[in-house]
């Protein structure tokens, strides 16, 4: 068609014009990409090669920082037991939690968007407040659930002071910081065709055929969505292991994670070079876990009834 | 009650016959609702909790069985706790050298791109699309330590800078937000004034922007408690006390509280300020309920 309307060798036909302004529109984020991802992310894979403490400049040393870290650093294969053993219980747990209370939300109820807004408060707040008072409700001395415990004359428990209470105190807030997804559930089972449910019922389903066969199918590309957000949040998470076990010093390494530990080899012990490799084989974990989810999710997401 | 077999009936051939309730369906909604708000007490305890452990003096604190409306209230721990450090300057910082900023500038910058990729049509699009997608997926961490470097060799480590130029370029989750919203609006509005002869930013302004109103709100209200809420940014970036924003400035109060523990009223002072510094956040979703839920509901459907 511009072939037509422009003659062939003007600079300005109408595609380049328009790649010209679409160019224009989205070169915010172009430039971005390049300045904020591209660059940092070969320079950080070039780091990870490297000595560096940011006072001399960096040493080349190859693989060194990869080879160190999982054969001889100590620290290493906790810190990614810990993480594992938190992103593969935490996740499914919020997301499993999350869709059975927007179920229940859904159900017909009176003041659901109170309930709702109550759910999801926790999700909005800061996460420095969350761990602030978790930390404190969770206090072996004069913690809420302890002085409760205490008032019925029971054994008080050291939710943040066991190596072995800490991870899952950990992952008990963050299902209590699930609000979004039960959210994002709750619109998707809104979203759900009434007529299904009909059909199923003129049918002889019961309630729970009718959740197994209609509204699970229905809402599995959400669960799917909420599962890989899950997943490469829960990997990342910083602020609430950190803040609640005071800098993970002491007996409480159980919940150093793989940010925290990323985060005091890059600003305490000021080796970016090992820090980098950290960051990138979380990277590459993150990405490993990210396919298996969307290889195995054809076998269970149903993607037939919307458009 | 008694007319338990006619209930059943009813059940069964039709489900929404109201005022008829059979035993098991009265069951039934006890049990929905002492789960629903069980689950409510439980969400809304930790928060409450709080505040009322801003409003008790040390001893109200540590008692067994534990106090829960503390009398005498201590309503003075919140002015009290508030000048325990400056936490007037950090809510000064917090609003305009962070939050603010980021927030305009993200609103500008993921405008313009969310068009180009919604209503314009080009060679590579959306190739360039899938990309920004794309880089969600990236952790923090991967980033993390070269544009640390980059920032501390422009000297702007200690400054606002690094967490608020990069709002220039657009968020990609915001702008996936707003291209969606965008692509619901006819093409035949554009065309129009195309046939005009106006250019594609009067059309983004003239036009498209006064009907963005509710995917703007969206957004701004996103990248405001983003920014609000965040830790990590200021922890990396900024290391003197009076350029803190009130994240960081809590954090600090938290320290003193770890160290003092039962002494100088610490908890109750943590407490206050960690309610004042909530407490903006469920206010702004209280009165802007619905753009939330909307927003976050959005971003769930396509994904």
């Not at chain 1, 991802?37 to 560096?52: E, G």
């Not at chain 1, 190859?62 to 080879?67: F, R, V, W």
């Not at chain 2, 109060?253 to 009223?265: F, K, V």
């Amino acid at each position: 068609m511009s072939a037509i309307s422009t003659p062939r060798r003007r600079f300005f036909t109408l595609e380049r014009r328009n790649f010209i302004v679409g160019v224009l529109f989205t070169l915010p984020w172009i430039l971005g990409f390049l300045v904020f991802t591209v660059y940092p992310l070969l320079s950080s894979l070039y780091f990870s090669l490297t000595r560096y403490d940011l006072i001399r400049p960096p040493v080349f040393i190859g693989l060194e920082n990869y080879i160190g870290l999982f054969t001889s650093d100590p620290r290493f294969w906790p810190v990614m037991y810990n993480t594992v053993y938190y992103v593969i219980l935490s996740v499914p747990i919020g997301v499993a939690f999350a869709f059975l209370v927007a179920n229940l939300l859904n159900m017909p109820i009176v003041g659901r968007s109170a309930f709702r807004g109550i759910i999801y408060i926790p999700a909005i707040i800061p996460a420095v407040c969350t761990a602030i008072v978790w930390q404190f409700l969770l206090n072996i001395q004069y913690g809420a659930f302890n002085s409760f415990l205490q008032t019925f004359g029971l054994p008080t428990i050291p939710f943040l002071a066991n190596p072995d209470l800490v991870r899952p105190s950990i992952i008990g807030i963050s299902v209590w910081a699930q609000g979004a997804a039960v959210v994002i559930f709750l619109a998707a089972l809104q979203e759900v065709p009434r007529s299904l449910y009909e059909a199923a019922l003129v049918d002889g389903a019961n309630a729970w055929h009718r959740f197994w066969n209609v509204t699970i199918p229905m809402t599995t590309p959400v669960i799917l969505f909420n599962l890989a957000v899950g997943f490469i949040t829960a990997f990342q998470e910083f602020t609430i292991p950190w803040l609640v076990t005071n800098r993970t010093t002491g007996p409480l390494r159980n919940a150093e994670f793989f940010s925290v530990y990323l985060y005091q080899v890059a600003f305490r012990d000021l080796r970016m070079g090992k820090a980098s490799a950290l960051a990138w084989i979380m990277f590459v974990v993150i990405v490993i876990f990210t396919v298996i989810l969307f290889r195995t999710s054809g076998r269970w997401v149903y993607y037939g009834g919307e458009k | 009650m008694t007319t338990t077999t006619a209930g059943q009936a009813v059940s069964a051939s039709s489900v929404n016959i109201p005022g008829k309730l059979s035993a098991g369906k009265l069951f039934g909604e006890l049990l929905k609702y002492s789960l629903l708000i069980s689950l409510a007490f439980s969400f809304a305890f930790p928060i409450a909790w709080m505040f009322l452990s801003a409003l008790k003096s040390d001893p109200q604190i540590y008692t067994i069985p534990p106090i829960i409306i503390p009398i005498p209230t201590h309503w003075n721990n919140f002015p009290d706790a508030w000048t325990r450090l400056d936490f007037t300057t950090f809510t000064f910082n917090s609003i305009f050298r962070y939050t603010l900023p980021v927030t305009i500038f993200t609103l500008i910058s993921s405008t313009l791109v969310a068009y180009g990729f919604a209503r314009l049509r080009w060679r590579g699009r959306d190739t360039l699309f899938y990309i920004c997608m794309g880089t969600m997926m990236l952790p923090w961490q991967v980033t993390m330590v070269p544009l640390f470097i980059t920032f501390k060799n422009l000297g702007w480590v200690n400054s606002y800078l690094p967490l608020v130029v990069p709002a220039l370029f657009g968020h990609p989750y915001l702008i996936f937000m707003l291209r969606q919203f965008l692509m619901t609006i006819p093409e035949e509005l554009s065309d129009a004034a195309r046939i005009d002869g106006a250019n594609e930013l009067d059309i983004l302004v003239r036009i498209i922007l006064p009907l963005m109103a509710p995917a703007l709100a969206v957004v701004a209200l996103f990248r405001f408690v983003w920014a609000w809420n965040d830790f990590l940014g200021p922890l990396i970036y900024l290391q003197r006390d009076e350029s803190y924003p009130l994240a960081l400035g809590i954090y600090t109060l938290g320290e003193i509280a770890n160290n003092m523990g039962t002494s100088g009223n610490a908890y109750p002072h943590l407490m206050a300020v960690s309610t004042l510094i909530a407490l903006p956040i469920i206010l702004i979703f209280f009165f802007a309920q619905r753009t939330f839920i909307e927003g976050i509901s959005m971003t769930g459907m396509k994904g």
